[in-house]
Every structure is written in structure tokens, then in C-alpha cells.
């Protein structure tokens, strides 16, 4: 591979400070994107541009990405059809009245509570997979915080900081198992003793969640989240004027059909169908009928494929909402085909974000933009400063790359011959990687978890990576001060 040096910093540097500061986030990730191929076509403007096309065209080569595209328009239909069922209209009825029935004497403060930790537990529970934790937190609280005027920058913090953060401190799921292949590669001869070794060191997931419990019961939020609060409470808007939504507004506020009976269980046992298919086709993706081949259960989730289990689990959902609505007399199977297609085409300008976050991160992958990161830091390495700097760097490249998963191939590959090299506690050396990894996700707007946040939670995706920034800025600071602590102590 070439050596692009700092050039290869400069496509997702450029597209993501003009997202920050533009807010036109397509605009920018396509300027980005362009100026990449025209320092890989060797500053060929013209050849440049007509390869950009090309990158978009390549998406699609990968099964991964055009399976969480498709995801992305299913998750439309499923919305709508719970939507027009009268699910979501049956499910704000009965919370609401739950919420007035346990605090009759409660002001709105109290209410607003007790939703906002309720969608933190929700999230926390569904470690099985990030997009299902936070597709479920979005679609069951987004009616009821409407409600209560909970700004949707509020959920989408929510519903962002859970996610991630669970399903990599209780890894019995994909992300675990991922990341003990990766330690296996390491010749690392207990992968899951040392990657349960390194949830005990991985503080900045656990941070995140312990800011966010905290900004709840206090009440004390800071930054554009403070303005944001301070909109929705005392104007009743929910989105800032000229918000634009990852979702169509005609989805989010499209009527129950009329005649219909409002139940909540139109909207729930959809979404628990979400929930339970999605470790099911796990276990169908990665079993192995070979006789070679182990059918442990981290061996099983390691072959799995989460991006076929998404998609094969939200068509169950679907299916499952189709059936209840026909049982029920609610709309007949031409109406629903109807209602799947308007919600897929409202979801479309997320699927075109998806393509361009993806192309973007093959780009970065073509440059050997988090490659160059890492090699650039090697030097600067001491025994003592090996666990900050390796949460540093994992940050920087998850945060200009968009993704943690690549993050941790990247910087675990780095992280363990480093530490053993330097005879440093190395599980250490991985809790960092793996925690950085997280944290420059969390940060970035290119990140694929923080666009499907944003579209879950019908929230617009650059107010959100806006106001949650600061929360994961503190959470990021404490843990290297205390990478730095421990690092210096020769833990």
C-alpha cells in the first residue's frame, strides 16, 4: 500500500469539521470523499471526480454494507406499519397513564425522569446488538418524550451512550466475539479471559453511561444540550427551527387508520419480535454443520453475521406486524404494501448517508488513514504513557474513520505486541483500544452508529453528534487521566 502520509487525514478531517461547522453534512462528506480520490488518482482533479462515482458504485460490492442499507429502508416500513396500526398512539396512551397513576403529585420534572432512565435501562438490556438497542430505545420512548417535551438531542444521547457502551462491557454477542478473534490473531492463548480482564479496565464505556444516569437525575446538562432543554421546555419544540430529521416527518407523524382501535400491543410485540429474532438468526448465521467446526457458543457468534441478522430479524418484524394488522381487520394486504414502500422512501436520505459514511470509511481504509495514525504514534510511546496514548490514537482514528469495529482490527493488531514488547500490563493495553474505539465513535459524525442514533430517534444527525460531543469530551478526559494514573503506576 502507498504511503499517503498526513494527505490521508485530510478527506475525513475535511468533511467532518464542515459537518460541525456547516451542518450540511451531505455536502460535506461528498467534498471529503472527492478530495480523497483526487489525492489517490495522484491530484488528477478530473480522474478524481469520475472515481468518487466509482467509490459510491463500490458500496455495494460489500455484503455488509448493502445489508445495513437494506436494513435502514426496512426500518422505515416497520415504523410506518406500527405507526398506522395504532400501536404508537395505544403505547403513549398506556405509559402516560402509568406515568400519572405512579406520580399523581409529581410535576413533569419527575415524569420526564422516570422515561428518560426507563430508555436507559431499555437500552442497557438489549446488549445483543447496537442497531436493535437503539432502533427499540428511539421507536418505544421517541411518542412519550415528544410528549414531555424531551428534546430529541436528549434521545438520541440516551439511546447513543447505551448502545455501544453495553454491548462491549457485557460482550456475549457479536462485538465480543469480533474482538476475541481478533485477540486470537495476537497469539493471545485465553482470548476470553483477557477481553473479561478488560471490561474491568474499560472505563470510558462505563463512564459514558455513569455521565448520562447522572445528567438525568440532576438535571444539570450543559453545552448545546442545555439550549436544547431549554427549547423544548419553554417553547415546546422538540427539534431546533430548520432541524432536519433523519426520518420523514410523514413517517413519525403519520395518523392510525381511522377506525381503528389504539392498542400498544400493535407496537410491541413487533419490536420484542425485533428483539428475539435477532439472537436467533445469530445462532442460524454462524452454526456450522461441519464436522471440523465447533458449535461453542463464542464460536457460533464469531461466524455469525450481524448484518444478515439485523436484516433477517427486522423482515420478521415486519412480517409479524403485517399478520396482527390483517388478524385484526386494520389493513388489508394492498394498504400495507402501501405503507411498507412510503416508509422505506422516507428513510432514503439515511440510506444515502449510509452510502456515504461507508464510502468514506473505504477511502480512509485505501489511504491507510488509521494505519499512518497509529505508525505516526509508535515513537512517542513510553511504557508509562502506552495506555493514554493508546485510548488517544484508537479515539482519533474511530472518530476520523467512523467506525469502532475497524478501530479495534487497527489498534489491537498495534496494542498487544506493543505492551508485550514494552512489558506493560497488556490487558490493559486492549481495554484501552477497545475504549477509544467507542469514544471516537461517539464523537463522530461519520460514525454508522451515531447515523442509525440519529435516525432511530427521528433527531437531526448533526444536532445530535453536536450536543452529545461535550458529554463524551468529559468522559474521554477522566479516562486518560486515569489511563495516565494507572500507567504511571506500572498497573
Known sequence: MENYGLLSLLPPLLAIILALATRQVFLSLLIGIASGFVILSGGNLLQGLLDTLGGFVRVFESNYNTEIIIFTLLIGALIALIQRAGGVEGFVTRVVNWLQSKAATADMKGQRRRVELLAVLTGMLIFVESNISTLTVGTLYRPITDKLNIPREKLAYIADSTCAPACILIPLNAWGAFIMGLLLEQNIAEPVSMLAGAVAFNFYPMLAITILIFVILSGRDFGEMRKAETRAKTEGKVLRDGAIPMIAGDITMMEPKTGAAHHARNM?????????????????????????????????????????????????????????????????IKEMIDIILKGMSGMVPLALLMVFAFALGDLCDALGTGVFVAESAKPYLSPALVPALIFLISAFIAFSTGTSWGTFAIMIAIAVPLAQGLDTNVTLAVAAALGGGVFGDHCSPTSDTSIITSMATASDHIDHVRTQLPYALVGGAITTMLYLILGVAGV
Open 268 to 332: 410491541i410485540i413487533p419490536l420484542v419480535t425485533l428483539v428475539l429474532l435477532m439472537p436467533v438468526f445469530l445462532v442460524y448465521t454462524g452454526w456450522s454443520n461441519e464436522g471440523g467446526a465447533s458449535n461453542a457458543f463464542f464460536d457460533i457468534i464469531d461466524r455469525a453475521s450481524g448484518s444478515k441478522s439485523v436484516l433477517y430479524a427486522v423482515s420478521g418484524a415486519i412480517l409479524m406486524s403485517m399478520v396482527m394488522s390483517k388478524a385484526q381487520g386494520i389493513m388489508g
